[in-house]
């Protein structure tokens, strides 16, 4: 089967959290690649929906196309999704499953996805409905090969090669030649009884039986190989590590080798004896002569590309982390993006009205929403990172950062107000329209009383970088920071305390003052703290182990707090306990916000927004 299949094999590790997960939904067009919900209407699972981009922002790994405008990719979380336009839109497939799926295949109107934890879902309507089938192991399965409706091969870690001959109903492991051990990346097969898989070490595997009996092929390069594409009998490439394409004309009798010099090569595909794409990194390289000669071309890309498939002699598309998908129409000369929306990371989020949401990050970004989440427009207002947004009124809003600018239609249009002295500020809090703090590295806080026309520096007394600032009412706040640094005032910021006790040392990335006496913060490895005295003494709250990055209380007991690899946890008892919401995202998210307690959004990584509504 030639098929452009699963490529990305160095993979990040997801450390899954140890609090109970809830099924959420996360898709571009609202719907769920997964059975999703909460039937027992429980307050502390919320359905997260990912709005913007779209279609996905998490890590797509494998990619099938039936012609030339009919395919698939597959991703984190279980996701699927179809394209009937070559590329330009895409729908989202209900699966079985949340688990990864580093690899989808067709033959007919049969299908197959696999992936983590022994993963395998077959179809048997075109990829409009998967059911989930019993591997028989609990490996990660890394690529899959459909020879006709019933039979199919899945290879993966620990040796493991098993295959079905009755739709994927059962599954029979089969053995390499005696001596071999394998983690097995790239599995192809011509028909039911012709096939290659490659592996680590260098290991080329070859069968003319269906895979009853394989047979050791000769090959000097010892890197690890990551994927194998063979056009016909006789040619086909394989890929792998440190750059190495090894290519052959003799149906793997021989192996000719060379190296592009670059990183791991992620993917191959053949569209013909002769045109074959392959991606590492950021970069695709395309042949005209069977692999013997490549020809780069810059995706524009600077993260992972994980799988790439040839539409055409002069179209490809190509797929990788954080939702990447992008395709050219000449050959790589040019590629444009197929993913709608921002993909730089997100620092924070703030309402200016019910309807009116605005997110900063990266190179200057803002996203918006007038519609209370449904589209995201994007402007770039400077070419500086912004880390902090708060919006006092619906029409005027502060964004912090390297600079720090403020508009006064709703985000129309921005301006520049930055105070003097060299430096970054990391959060802003509003009270009115006129009275702003911003906080800074080496303790500083510069306040402004008249709608950021001047600032002046208040006494933190604190020298510790400071990360995060809240006040309650334009009189009370504290602002945290690095090495545990806790500072507050009860008089609007004239005088500042910095003698909290009970914080530990680490950096401190987020509060929230809920009253004059109720205050929560959070940082780095899971720390989660309470205040019941204005922030003079702070207590422990369970949590996670993940980064806490950010945290909102919409009442006195019923918070939530995101984070690393897609943290987000919620409470309904004033942090006692906390239930995990499944975001169904490994990105990291940087900040949240609430309008009412079941309605709110979270940004992150590669652009991510993801909104919270009641089920």
């Known amino acids: 089967m030639n098929r452009s299949g699963l490529k990305h094999r160095i993979r990040e590790a997801v450390t899954l959290l140890s609090i109970p997960f809830f099924l959420s939904a996360c898709s571009g067009s609202g719907e769920s690649p997964t059975d999703s919900g909460n039937p027992s209407g429980d307050p502390t699972v919320l359905d997260w929906t990912c709005v913007s981009p779209t279609p996905t922002p998490n890590r797509l790994f494998g990619s099938f196309f039936m012609n030339a405008t009919t395919g698939f990719v597959c991703g984190e979380f279980g996701e699927i999704w179809m394209t009937s336009d070559a590329g330009n839109s895409w729908s989202p497939v209900p699966t079985p499953t949340l688990e990864s799926l580093y690899d989808i295949g067709f033959s007919g109107t049969a299908g197959i996805a696999v992936g983590t934890n022994g993963t395998i879902i077959w179809s048997s309507d075109s990829g409009a409905t998967w059911t989930a089938r019993a591997s028989g192991t609990s490996q990660t399965l890394e690529a899959a090969a459909i020879a006709d409706a019933n039979r199919a091969w899945v290879v993966g870690h620990a040796g493991t090669i098993v295959n079905t001959t009755n739709a994927g109903v059962t599954w029979t492991p089969q053995s390499p030649p005696a001596g071999i051990t394998a983690i097995w990346y790239g599995v192809d097969f011509l028909d039911a009884n012709e096939g290659w898989v490659v592996g680590t070490g260098g290991n080329i595997l070859m069968t003319k039986t269906g895979g009853s009996t394989w047979t050791q092929q000769t090959n000097a390069d010892t890197h690890n190989l990551s994927d194998v594409d063979f056009s016909g009998p006789l040619t086909g490439i394989a890929v792998g590590l440190s750059g190495t394409i090894l290519w052959t004309t003799d149906g793997g009798t021989t192996w000719q080798s060379q190296s592009q010099g670059i990183g791991t090569i992620s993917a191959v595909h053949m569209r013909s004896a002769t045109e074959a794409l392959v991606v590492s990194g950021g970069t695709a390289y395309f042949s005209t002569d069977g692999g013997a000669n490549w020809t780069s071309s810059t995706a524009g890309e600077s993260g992972t590309l994980n799988d790439c498939v040839m539409l055409s002699s002069n179209t490809a598309i190509a797929i990788g982390n954080g939702g990447t998908l992008i395709k050219t129409t000449d050959t790589g000369t040019s590629w444009s993006p197929l993913q709608q929306g921002s993909t730089e990371t997100l620092w924070d989020v703030a309402y200016a009205d019910d309807n009116t949401i605005l997110a900063v990050g990266a190179v200057g970004t803002v996203v918006r929403s007038l519609d209370g989440g449904t589209t995201w427009t994007?402007?770039?207002?400077?070419?500086?990172?912004?880390?902090?947004?708060?919006?006092?009124?619906?029409?005027?809003?502060?964004?912090?950062?390297?600079?720090?600018?403020?508009?006064?239609?709703?985000?129309?249009?921005?301006?520049?107000?930055?105070?003097?002295?060299?430096?970054?500020?990391?959060?802003?809090?509003?009270?009115?329209?006129?009275?702003?703090?911003?906080?800074?590295?080496?303790?500083?806080?510069?306040?402004?009383?008249?709608?950021?026309?001047?600032?002046?520096?208040?006494?933190?007394?604190?020298?510790?970088?400071?990360?995060?600032?809240?006040?309650?009412?334009?009189?009370?706040?504290?602002?945290?920071?690095?090495?545990?640094?806790?500072?507050?005032?009860?008089?609007?910021?004239?005088?500042?305390?910095?003698?909290?006790?009970?914080?530990?040392?680490?950096?401190?990335?987020?509060?929230?003052?809920?009253?004059?006496?109720?205050?929560?913060?959070?940082?780095?490895?899971?720390?989660?703290?309470?205040?019941?005295?204005g922030g003079a003494s702070w207590t422990t709250l369970p949590v996670a182990s993940n980064d806490v990055k950010d945290l909102v209380f919409t009442s006195a007991g019923t918070g939530t707090v995101i984070g690393a690899q897609g943290l987000i946890a919620r409470t309904t008892n004033g942090g006692s306990t906390w239930t995990n919401n499944v975001s169904l995202t490994s990105n990291w998210l940087y900040g949240v916000v609430f309008r009412a307690t079941s309605s709110g959004f979270v940004v992150g990584g590669a652009g991510t927004v993801t909104e919270a509504t009641m089920p």
């Not at 880390?387 to 006092?392: I, L, Q, T």
């Not at 706040?477 to 910021?493: E, F, K, M, S």
């Not at 909290?500 to 990335?509: D, F, N, Q, S």
């Open 378 to 533: 994007s402007q770039s207002v400077t070419s500086v990172t912004l880390y902090g947004v708060s919006f006092p009124t619906a029409t005027t809003g502060y964004a912090v950062g390297e600079e720090i600018h403020k508009t006064t239609n709703t985000g129309d249009t921005w301006s520049g107000i930055t105070p003097s002295g060299p430096t970054t500020f990391w959060d802003v809090a509003t009270h009115t329209d006129q009275n702003v703090w911003a906080v800074a590295s080496g303790g500083r806080i510069a306040h402004s009383n008249d709608g950021g026309t001047s600032f002046a520096d208040q006494t933190s007394n604190t020298t510790s970088d400071l990360y995060a600032v809240d006040f309650l009412d334009g009189v009370v706040g504290i602002a945290v920071g690095r090495d545990g640094a806790v500072t507050r005032t009860t008089d609007g910021g004239a005088t500042w305390a910095a003698n909290a006790t009970g914080v530990p040392t680490v950096r401190l990335l987020a509060v929230d003052v809920v009253s004059s006496t109720l205050a929560y913060t959070g940082g780095d490895s899971g720390t989660l703290l309470k205040s019941t005295n």
